[in-house]
């Protein structure tokens, strides 16, 4: 009885000498972002049984507000930090890298029963600030316009803003949401409705519209061949930004992300991959 | 025998098939216990984020160029003392904040004692979520220094300038605010205009309440490298004068020596005018050096004061106080065999009523300017940033430092004092972030005044202070 004691306390404390230690990793921020940083996650895991891997959303302002709070390890984000936040960062001495994962091409969506699915980047511009309220006046029904856009904590928010909208304030009719699905939702069950998201997200609940931005020239759907061939014109990068203090143990999960294996998994969930930019 | 097996056997089945239903029930049931549960749980969550509460206390130790020192790096010395031991500044804010509408008020708590420093509320329209009205104690919308947070702030102290023109920073009123929200293209704009009582955290002591106001914009460029800002500040307002003498302009005595001008009004409680235009301006970019930060404000325009002081008065500005003594007095008077002794000092009883009398102060009006302007260099990605500051107040631009005297100025003028002499301030320092909630600050003030004619003031004065200083902020 005795020798079976011993015997067992002794492989107990040899396993757990030999048990690998857990290596937790959080990432938040961008919605944009999440549903590729899920992919990466559950891939990397599966590969590094040792590693423990949790994402959250909230978008881009929220992300960054974590890596400045100490309550995230990465902040995802779909546009560049600004000079408030690196300002927050250096005050709490905190240093930070920058890494580019991807990119994404945002895509405009309608109902699926809207009969337009072409806009230039002027009229885009005059719905989403208010000056365009009917689809008739491009091309479609009679029917009042209702936009949807994220919040402005979101990435995408000041993105489409910036390079789609010239800096122009968005309308104030316009419906704020806070994520990404809630505006798939709310455009597939709106026929009037219309909004942006990221490529990744386009399904067949919604359409995207083609767009142009040489006032009708040519028009440009989103996807994957256009973005990487750069014909489609609304691409942006996707960044990664984690403390410089991090960068031993976050190493092997970057370099993982940004080499073959994870680059194919940008391509295979609708983003576009390092190597085409 | 085969009817009552079968009639066995019906109720088994039938008593399987109520526990399984009552399984399934006490399961689903279980489910909906935890998604109330969780839903409890996630509205308290979302009640509790409302209130914030942060703080910061900041201790330090200083040394200055002599004792008893008079300072605006954290106020005066003790006569006997050249250094000290201070919680600078102890502070807990606790907000309420929802939506459209939120509650702050913050406390500062030291060896001093506990006072307050903000008790206030603000709440936005609902329409264009674009302007708000704040109502209580909160910081004066003036310039840039005021409102910037001493937690953040590179040197230990605001500038002369501010210490004295708006002493506690806060005063009670009420302002509306401008700025649009981040959806707006104007959101890079913020205007502030306010109502107050021009006595700062004190109760208002006369009729006049003061106008201020501050119109700033803040933006970054695309390429997020480069922050700018910029603003201007208004403030007119004063208190009523408590006699009817005032003392406004210089002229030059019979006697070579400038003097202030003796007015007399008609009657009391004429307005002492305070009039301030500002303006301000920021800078931060980025290179590979590191965060570079400029920053600068210049002031200018009519303080009144008294002979004495030109600090912005908490209670009606009072001259020296004298003691009229009604009764008689008697006993034995001595007078010193010493022939160089000129004084003689009589010491009597007295039987009677001592009547102590304090007056109101005569108003002095002089034009000021003053300005300060901050480097911060952060080095690299490091955590530590280097610091140079200078920064003046001239309280009497009329007069140059060679030309205040009082020598032979009777009661026909107004006597120049130290309460006109000029002041640079050139600050270095070198601040360590330590992390997210401590910096540590190694500061020295190098203080240099106007050399005059005036008793202690005739060179620079021995006032020039070394702070070090630990912060920890949450």
Same mark, same amino acid.
């Given at each position: ?68 709070? !100490? ?54 511009? !005059? ?12 091309? !479609? ?25 010239? *800096? ?26 219309? *909004? ?32 990487? !061939? ?48 | ?65 002599? #004792?008893?020192?008079?300072?605006? #790096? ?37 060896? $001093?004692?506990?006072?307050?420093? +903000? ?6 329209? &609902? ?185 912005? &008065? ?56 003053? #300005? ?21 107040? +001239? &309280?009497?631009? +009329? ?59 005739? $060179? ?15």
């Amino acid at each position: 009885m005795k020798k079976k004691i011993i015997i067992a306390i002794v492989a107990i404390a040899t396993m757990s000498f030999t048990l690998p230690s857990m290596i937790a990793i959080k990432i938040k921020g961008s919605d944009t972002l999440l549903p590729l940083a899920q992919k990466w996650a559950e891939a990397y895991m599966k590969l590094n049984p040792g590693t423990s891997i949790s994402v959250t959303g909230g978008g881009s302002g929220v992300g960054i507000a974590a890596l400045i709070d !100490g309550t995230t390890d990465i902040a995802t984000a779909s546009r560049k930090i600004k000079m408030d936040e690196k300002l927050k960062l250096q005050e709490a001495g905190k240093a930070y890298t920058e890494k580019i994962v991807a990119y994404d091409a945002l895509s405009v969506i309608v109902n699926p029963e809207n009969k337009v699915k072409k806009l230039t980047r002027e009229q885009i511009e !005059g719905i989403f600030t208010g000056k365009i309220t009917n689809w008739k006046t491009v091309g !479609g029904d009679d029917m009042t316009i209702v936009c949807y856009s994220r919040e402005s904590s979101s990435g995408t928010f000041e993105f489409f803003k910036e390079h789609v909208l010239k *800096g122009k304030n968005y309308a104030s009719s316009c419906l704020m949401m806070p994520a990404t699905g809630s505006i798939i939702q709310s455009v597939s069950q709106t026929k009037g409705a219309i *909004g942006y998201v990221g490529m990744a997200y386009v399904n067949s609940k919604i359409s995207a519209v083609s767009v142009s931005y040489d006032k009708g020239l040519t028009y440009v759907a989103p996807s994957l061949k256009a973005a990487i !061939g750069k014909t489609y014109p609304i691409v942006r990068p996707l960044y990664f930004y984690y403390l410089t203090k991090l960068e031993n143990m976050l190493k092997p999960a970057m370099d993982w992300v940004v080499g073959t294996e994870g680059q194919k998994i940008v391509t295979g969930v609708g983003y576009v991959p390092l190597s085409a930019n | 025998m085969n009817t009552r097996k079968k009639l066995a056997k019906t109720l088994l089945v039938l008593f399987l098939c109520a526990n399984t239903s009552l399984i399934f029930a006490q399961d689903l049931s279980k489910e909906d216990s935890l998604s109330n549960e969780f839903n409890m749980v996630k509205n308290d969550v979302s009640l509790l984020k409302k209130i914030k509460i942060s703080g910061y206390i900041q201790g330090q130790f200083q040394v200055a160029d002599s #004792a008893g020192t008079k300072s605006y #790096a954290g106020g005066d010395f003790p006569t006997g003392s050249d250094k000290r031991f201070a919680v600078r500044r102890g502070r807990v804010k606790i907000a309420y904040i929802n939506t459209l509408t939120q509650f702050v008020t913050q406390f500062d708590i030291s060896e $001093k004692g506990l006072s307050t420093k +903000d008790v206030y509320l603000q709440f936005t329209e &609902p329409l264009l979520k674009a302007i708000s009205l704040k109502v209580g104690v909160f910081n004066r919308p003036f310039g840039y220094e005021i409102p910037f947070s001493s937690s953040l702030r590179e040197s230990p102290e605001r500038g002369r300038m501010c210490q004295i023109l708006f002493p506690g920073e806060r005063d009670g009123g009420a302002s509306i605010v401008f700025n649009p929200p981040k959806t707006s293209k104007y959101n890079f704009i913020t205007l502030e205009l306010g109502m107050f009582n021009g006595t700062g955290i004190a109760s208002d002591f006369d009729k006049q309440k003061d106008i201020i106001g501050r119109l700033g914009i803040s933006k970054s460029t695309k390429s997020e490298k480069i922050k700018y800002g910029m603003g201007v500040s208004y403030y007119k307002g004063g208190w009523n004068q408590g006699t009817k003498t005032y003392y406004e302009g210089i002229e030059k005595l019979s006697n070579g020596v400038y003097a202030f001008t003796k007015h007399t009004n008609l009657k009391t409680g004429v307005l002492a005018t305070r009039d301030y235009k500002g303006v301000d301006a920021q800078l931060s970019f980025e290179t590979p050096l590191g965060i570079t930060t400029l920053r600068g404000e210049f002031i200018m325009g009519i303080q009144p004061g008294t002979s004495s002081s030109t600090a912005s &008065p908490s209670t009606q500005p009072t001259g020296s106080a004298s003691t009229t003594i009604n009764g008689t007095a008697t006993g034995n008077v001595n007078i010193p065999a010493n022939s160089g002794d000129t004084t003689i000092t009589v010491t009597l009883p007295v039987t009677g009523t001592a009547t102590t009398t304090t007056p109101n102060a005569d108003m002095y009006s002089r034009k000021f300017n003053d #300005a300060y302007i901050y480097f911060v260099q952060n080095i690299g990605t490091t955590k530590h940033q280097l610091v140079l500051k200078y920064d003046w107040y +001239d &309280p009497n631009t +009329d007069i140059a430092g060679a030309d205040i005297d009082a020598t032979g100025v009777t009661s026909a003028n107004g006597k120049l004092g130290s309460a006109d002499i000029k002041y640079t301030t050139i600050g270095i320092g070198w601040i360590y972030h330590w992390d997210e909630n401590v910096k540590i600050m190694a500061y020295y003030d190098m203080v240099k005044n106007e050399n005059t004619k005036i008793t202690n003031f005739k $060179k620079d004065v021995l006032d020039n202070v070394f702070t070090l200083r630990i912060q920890y902020k949450f």
